[in-house]
């Protein structure tokens, strides 16, 4: 029998081909830097949240064996994700359509500069306090 040790989500990784830009991108959207530091010369580890959030999003170099442009199917959530939509088309991200149906929040797909994927989806805020 297995026992499981595993107690939360930590961090999810995303490759990113300018760090900097990345990291003022995901600034606007709400984020703070959780750590910033070169691990080892050439090696830089970013890690940003949501403020309350125990789960980061790190920011890594993209490189041969890890590319930029991925489906990262990470779900962020947003009070109006109306005003999210023009905010992230402003920001120069490429957004998908703002889905509106009656049978779930309003949501859409939005990709970041180097086009990697997010889905950003309306949330009740008291469902998160």
């Given at each position: 029998?297995?026992?499981?040790?595993?107690?939360?989500?930590?961090?999810v990784?995303?490759p990113?081909?300018?760090?900097?830009?990345?990291?003022?991108?995901?600034?606007?959207?709400?984020?703070?830097?959780?750590?910033?530091?070169?691990?080892?010369?050439?090696?830089?580890?970013?890690?940003?949240?949501?403020?309350?959030s125990?789960?980061?999003?790190?920011?890594?170099?993209?490189?041969?064996?890890?590319?930029?442009?991925?489906?990262?199917?990470i779900?962020?959530?947003?009070?109006?994700?109306?005003?999210?939509?023009?905010?992230?088309?402003?920001?120069?991200?490429?957004?998908?359509?703002?889905?509106?149906?009656?049978t779930?929040?309003?949501?859409?797909?939005?990709?970041?500069?180097?086009?990697?994927?997010?889905?950003?989806?309306?949330?009740?805020?008291?469902?998160?306090?």
């Amino acid at each position: 029998m297995i026992t499981t040790t595993c107690t939360g989500i930590l961090t999810v990784a995303v490759p990113v081909t300018d760090q900097d830009r990345s990291k003022a991108l995901f600034g606007q959207l709400g984020f703070e830097t959780h750590l910033d530091a070169e691990l080892k010369p050439g090696f830089r580890w970013l890690e940003m949240r949501v403020p309350g959030s125990e789960t980061t999003l790190s920011l890594v170099r993209a490189s041969e064996n890890l590319p930029a442009g991925i489906d990262t199917g990470i779900r962020l959530g947003t009070p109006d994700a109306r005003a999210a939509h023009a905010a992230l088309a402003e920001l120069g991200c490429t957004v998908g359509a703002l889905l509106e149906w009656e049978t779930a929040p309003p949501m859409f797909v939005f990709r970041d500069h180097d086009r990697n994927a997010f889905y950003l989806t309306q949330v009740d805020e008291a469902q998160h306090t």
